[in-house]
C-alpha cells in the first residue's frame, strides 16, 4: 500500500501543474447590474419642449458608419468586373478577331 508522504506528493504535484480555473458568475460578489427602469437605454426622457443632448461620440458614429456605407456602395458600383464568364467572352472575340472571323452577328 502507498504510504501518506507519498500521496500527498502525487496530490502536490498535479496540484502545481493544473491552472486553477474559476468561474465568477453573479453570486452577490461581482459588480451589479443595472435595474430595467422602463426607459429605452435607461434614459429619461427630456420634459415637453426640450432637446435630447446628443453624447460627444453620436455625431462621429453617424459619419463613420452612413460615410463607410457610402464609400462602400461607391467601390462596389465602380468595381471592376473580373468574373470568369467576361474574360472568355472578351478573350475569344480577340481570338475570332485575330483570325478574321466576324464578330458582330447584326
Request: proline share 8%.
Amino acid at each position: 500500500m502507498l504510504s501518506t508522504s507519498l500521496v500527498r506528493t502525487a496530490h502536490r504535484a498535479t496540484q502545481r501543474s493544473l491552472p486553477v480555473c474559476r468561474r465568477y458568475a453573479s453570486h452577490g460578489s461581482g459588480p451589479k447590474y443595472n435595474e430595467p427602469s422602463g426607459y429605452i437605454f435607461g434614459e429619461k426622457p427630456p420634459p415637453p419642449g426640450e432637446r435630447r443632448q446628443k453624447e460627444d461620440w453620436e455625431n462621429i458614429w453617424y459619419v463613420g458608419m452612413y460615410g463607410s456605407m457610402l464609400l462602400a456602395g461607391v467601390l462596389l458600383y465602380y468595381k471592376p468586373d473580373t468574373s470568369l464568364q467576361t474574360w472568355a467572352y472578351n478573350e475569344a472575340k480577340n481570338r475570332m478577331e485575330a483570325r478574321g472571323e466576324k464578330t458582330d452577328y447584326l
